[in-house]
């Protein structure tokens, strides 16, 4: 798909090409629907406004820059390392190669899933709990925000992604020999009735 972005100086067209297969992130060449609707929607951004013509930058690249460029001056020297073992160590293995402009919520979601199934960078069995999975997720919505705001993507994909809700912490409860020899320890207590109450 061939874009007319606006005319140089000499009064030339400029022009954008656009693989529509790798904007949309397709495994299949397009139909000819989703590229007229491609062709739509980024005619729009241009005329608004929103166009960002798409870079080589892959996430990897940008995260680098990111932490360099913001993470250096405005994070603390701890937050700063936490940031950067987990970027290196759980985000740029797994979809670090993507072109920043061809990042779609659905490679943030696949990634979360990833790892709370089995994205231990220890090597050991089972998952990431989601707490963790949701610092992931709130260091790249802090790093695709700045993307934002220079202008690299038009819009953020964290934003549309649904990081993990949290597990509720399961109640624990005694055993029958627990409860037992608890009220053997506490017979002699003043409040030893209240126990033996259900």
Known sequence: MVLEL????????RQKWISV?????????????????????KLKELQEGWFIEPSKMTLKEYLHRWLEDY???NLRQTTFE???????????????NIPLANLKPAHLQKLYADKLKGGRADGKEGGLSPRTVRYIHA??????KHAVKWELVARSV???????????????SWTAE????????????????????P
Do not use: C, M, W
């Open 21 to 41: 297969r790798k904007e949309l992130g397709l495994p299949k060449p397009a139909t000819k629907k989703q590229a007229e609707e491609l062709l739509i929607q």
């Open 6 to 13: 606006d005319r140089d100086e000499n009064g030339r067209r």
């Open 139 to 144: 260091i790249l919505k802090e790093a695709l």
């Open 158 to 172: 964290a934003e549309a992604v649904d990081p993990p809700k949290e597990r509720p912490k399961g109640q624990q």
């Open 71 to 73: 993470g250096r001056t």
């Open 178 to 197: 627990e409860v037992h020899r608890f009220l053997e320890a506490v017979k002699d207590h003043r409040l030893y009735p209240l126990y033996l109450l």
């Open 82 to 96: 936490s940031y950067e073992t987990t970027i290196r160590l759980h985000i740029i293995p797994e979809i670090g």
